[in-house]
């Protein structure tokens, strides 16, 4: 299975200021998701990211918020840009190689605005 | 679209006993459905996948789910807790046929096991 790591961990930020979370997968993945998690709430997700191209965006979620990209089959960059308190949360990235196949997630990144 | 409904938002049981998550979906012809578990400060690991086939699913840590097609549910049971099973349960239910490819998540149930 493939194994993701995920940075940072954690982080505390300033209200405006942008923050890229970078995302890792050791193996060649077919589909790679970014989803954001509120505490105790289920995972929302904010869009598919395709290699290569744009990024395949939920309802609610718009480019220039959340710019992502995948410039190969294992890389994948989530930036929450302008930041706002609203945007604390954590944020999740999951991969798999098929539909029928499970998702691989990364223990995801707790972002704070101050 | 897929909907999954995970009625209990938490489950509190003592070490030992049986417990059972429950999970309903929205019907459909044949899905695909998963339960996952996170423990804290970490991301979502798999327990168990249902493709087709033997409606009783085995997963990891004694963990078992029956798909019920009739009854639209997926429930997660294992039949004695540990204190390490403390965590939060997702399920999640795709949709190929119908178009809905990605898998859409429950809530989660919060499983609490008291010593």
């Known amino acids: 299975s493939a194994v993701i790591s995920q940075k940072p961990s954690r982080d505390i930020c300033q209200r405006g200021t942008s923050l890229t979370i970078q995302c890792q997968v050791d193996?060649?993945?077919?589909?790679m998701f970014w989803y954001r998690q509120q505490p105790g709430q289920s995972l929302t997700l904010i869009a598919t990211?395709?290699?290569?191209?744009?990024?395949?965006?939920e309802s609610g979620f718009v480019i220039d918020k959340f710019p992502i990209s995948r410039p190969n089959l294992t890389f994948s960059t989530l930036t929450v840009s302008n930041m706002s308190p609203e945007d604390s949360s954590i944020y999740l990235c999951?991969?798999?190689?098929?539909?029928?196949?499970?998702?691989?997630f990364g223990d995801g990144t707790r972002l704070s605005i101050l | 679209a897929q909907s999954v409904t995970q009625l209990d938002s938490q489950v509190p049981v003592f070490e030992e006993a049986p417990v059972e998550l429950r999970c309903n979906y929205s019907?459909?012809?044949?899905?695909?459905l998963f339960w996952y578990v996170q423990y804290p400060n970490q991301g979502l690991q798999l327990l168990l996948k249902y493709l087709s086939g033997s409606t009783l699913v085995k997963g990891i840590n004694g963990f078992e789910a029956e798909f019920n097609k009739s009854q639209t549910s997926f429930h997660l049971r294992k039949p004695s807790v540990h204190i390490s099973d403390t965590a939060e349960y997702f399920c999640a239910v795709s949709d190929p046929a119908g178009g809905s490819y990605i898998p859409t998540f429950g809530r989660g149930t919060s499983l609490i096991v008291h010593p």
């Open positions: 193996s060649q993945v077919t589909m």
């Open positions: 990211a395709n290699q290569g191209s744009e990024a395949t965006y």
């Open positions: 019907s459909s012809v044949s899905v695909y």
């Open positions: 999951s991969a798999t190689g098929g539909f029928d196949q499970p998702q691989h």
